[in-house]
């Protein structure tokens, strides 16, 4: 396994070991950039991108502000068109209801759809504790869970893969987990494909139970939607009997005219397509057509405390497109496992410490895995500002620990150097008189040192400022 979630170090020390990886950064350079210039002509088709964005964010705006209601009014859509709703406040409940759901069926195994709330609460994990094998239908979740892997990326979770390692991967396991793969298999993409198609024909054919996740669920009808590239999606919303969807209670909108503007974002960027090659809709339940059964799984897992934040609920504008990750340059060099959480790069910064908390180290590290640059920004479809809401957690993250209240402490003593001008100056002259002395990095203990072993102390120059305005400035004179 390429990459581990539970006990995983901080982000700073992950990242460490990552970035060493040519054969990861290399996979990943190439990934993201074709990615992102494909986007990037995508999106410049639409002179109207700007109004679609704003239109997008206002929507979600809207939405959260009244989120009580649409759930509500979702709800009973749902229940009007023959499903059920389940609420499940956390991962553990959430999982412990879709297990109850398949072992009630008699089943042993479910397909699956693509989805980051899954991945989320570990569900594949809890359904094997309970006996039940999850298959993954998607070619790329597929591609990680026969490598005994994790997703590293939210759109393309076997990003960190290069051709050859997933002929290799579907060489050595396929056989383990139902039809082997072809005989003198090649790292052809067209021959991978194939072989997934016929790997996973059996399972979608033979399958009873399917667990899905869903992009948007509209309000006024309680519809669900599921935008997908392949194919998968569409089986394993068609053939099982029943279905199970589990939906972050996020995802709502509250009308089909709002999902007009979301199918025009989606798209573009994520995939850079006009359009999805497959959008799936699906209203509750209907005689003797598609699954028989339909559950509706609503999950909190630390939404509601997110939704209480003025600055961080903005993070629950998200619709999963990855666009961010593509244009990161932390994300580019480190790759997603070292994001310690199924939701990686800028994204992933804000979003998992503000579901999951601040306690931990990793959450805690997770704000601090950025630039800055304000790239993620730029290139959001619903306009979340990343960078504000990494300062935001900044901020709270300083409120805690060892290690800030040596950086509280600096910053005071900065403070007080900056209000005595004549204290400065003498600073200033001392440290450009001994500057042939000063080391590359700064010597700090504890905590602290891990800011100061990737940062070097920037060169000075033979005299400060001060003293060469005072030397060349001409009475007079600007």
């Known amino acids: 396994m390429s990459g581990t979630y539970l006990g995983m170090p901080a982000f700073p020390k992950a990242a460490k070991a990552s970035t060493k990886n040519e054969k990861l950064r290399a996979n990943l350079t190439h990934a993201t ?26 929507i979600k705006d809207n939405t959260l502000a009244r989120l009580d209601h649409y759930l509500l009014q979702a709800e009973a859509a749902v229940l009007a068109a023959g499903g059920t709703v389940h609420w499940a406040a956390d991962a553990a409940e959430a999982n412990r209801i879709v297990a109850d759901l398949v072992h009630a069926k008699g089943e042993s195994e479910v397909v699956k759809v693509k989805s980051m709330a899954t991945q989320e609460i570990g569900l594949n994990e809890a359904l094997a504790a309970e006996g039940i094998t999850a298959y993954e239908t998607d070619l790329a979740e597929l591609i990680v869970q026969l490598g005994d892997d994790l997703p590293s990326h939210i759109l393309v979770p076997a990003i960190h893969r290069n051709r050859g390692e997933i002929r290799d991967i579907f060489t050595e396991a396929m056989s383990r987990w139902g039809r082997p793969a072809p005989d003198g298999l090649t790292d052809n993409p067209a021959d991978l494909a194939e072989a997934a198609r016929l790997h996973l024909r059996e399972k979608f054919l033979r399958a009873k139970v399917a667990v899905s996740g869903a992009n948007f669920l509209i309000a006024e009808t ?3 939607v599921v935008v997908e590239s392949e194919g998968n999606g569409r089986m394993c919303l068609t053939l099982p009997e029943t ?9 709502v909108i509250p009308t089909w005219r709002d999902l007009e503007v979301f199918l025009q974002l989606l798209p573009r960027s ?40 003025e600055v961080g609920r ?23 496992h070292a994001y310690g959480s199924p939701y990686p790069g800028p994204i992933g ?72 001008p004549a204290a400065l100056t003498a600073a200033e002259r001392a440290a450009t008189r001994t500057r042939a002395l000063h ?11 891990a800011w100061s072993d990737t940062r070097d102390l920037p060169a000075l120059p033979a005299e400060s400022f001060r003293d060469w305005w005072k030397k060349n400035r001409k009475d007079g004179s600007r």
């Not at 109207?48 to 964010?57: I, S, Y």
């Open 270 to 309: 994520s995939t850079a397509e006009r359009m999805n090659p497959y959008t799936s809709t699906w209203t509750g339940t209907t005689d003797r057509d598609g699954p028989q059964e339909f559950h509706l799984v609503l999950l909190d897992n630390g939404r509601t405390a997110t939704l209480a934040d």
């Open 222 to 224: 309680g519809t669900l």
């Open 439 to 449: 080391p590359r990095r700064l010597p700090l203990p504890g905590p602290p040192k």
């Open 314 to 336: 903005q993070a629950l504008r998200c619709i999963r497109c990855s666009a961010c990750l593509n244009v990161c340059p932390v994300y580019e060099r480190a790759g997603g």
């Open 243 to 251: 279905l199970i969807s589990v939906v972050g209670i996020e995802k």
């Open 33 to 58: 950039h074709t990615i992102r210039d494909k986007r990037a002509a995508a999106v410049g088709e639409l002179d109207d991108w700007a109004l679609l964005r704003q239109a997008g964010k206002e």
């Open 349 to 420: 910064a804000i979003l998992t410490p503000q579901l999951r908390g601040l306690q931990s180290e990793v959450d805690a590290s997770l704000p601090y895995a950025s630039t800055l640059c304000g790239a993620c920004y730029e290139v959001c479809p619903v306009a979340i500002d990343i960078p504000e809401v990494l300062v935001h957690l900044r901020e709270q993250v300083a409120e805690q620990g060892e290690g800030h209240r040596v950086e509280r402490a600096a910053m005071k003593a900065a403070t007080w150097l900056l209000d005595h």
